[in-house]
């Protein structure tokens, strides 16, 4: 796997006019519906959107969530949700998620967080691999819930941050 030097990576948190830039990451099936419910997240200060800049180019994303009515998810000040990692499939395999992931629990611990939540699929073995070692090891539950149609099934994990979790 090839590694890129930190230099040619920032992240970023998006305003509301940026979140457009999200289409160069991911194909939204519904790109007007994707914008509108997200705008209002960020209005509400419900959610919060990070992008991944690689030499000045947008290529990945990753999500956090203050607030849910399962507090297993979020819990506003003490809890957060992340959600929606997304790499560009042209830039994968190259650390970048997992540079994203760690920057962001430190953001997030930095602002008193001091539990994070994290859903993966079965499957998705890459991403698996990616949160064990950044401490997502404690299993809260089983998730089955639909978006658009689709039925999704996914564990939820959390870390908890102290000393010994914190990432460098």
């Known amino acids: 796997m090839p590694q890129v030097s930190t230099k040619e ?5 998006l305003e509301k006019d940026e979140l457009p830039l999200l289409l160069l990451v991911h194909n939204y099936e519904d790109t007007t519906e994707m914008l509108f419910h997200n705008s209002s997240l ?4 419900a ?3 990070y992008a991944l800049f690689f030499r000045e180019n947008i290529v990945g994303e990753l999500r956090v969530k203050y607030a849910d009515k399962d507090p ?4 506003r000040g003490k809890r957060v949700y992340l959600y929606a990692l997304r790499i560009h499939k042209n830039y994968r395999r190259m650390g ?7 920057s962001v629990i430190d953001l997030l611990s930095g602002q008193g967080y001091t539990e994070i939540t994290i859903g993966v699929e079965d499957d998705n073995t890459v991403a698996h691999h990616i949160y064990e ?3 997502f ?15 999704y099934e996914y564990n939820l994990y959390l870390r908890k941050n102290t000393e010994d979790t914190k990432c460098h």
Do not use: C
């Open 9 to 13: 990576i920032s992240i970023k948190e």
């Open 42 to 45: 960020i209005d509400t200060g």
């Open 47 to 49: 959610a919060s959107f």
């Open 72 to 75: 297993a998810f979020a819990l």
């Open 96 to 102: 970048l998620a997992t540079h994203l992931v760690k």
């Open 133 to 135: 070692s950044l401490g």
């Open 137 to 151: 090891n404690t299993f809260i539950k089983r998730v089955i819930e639909e978006y658009q149609g689709d039925k």
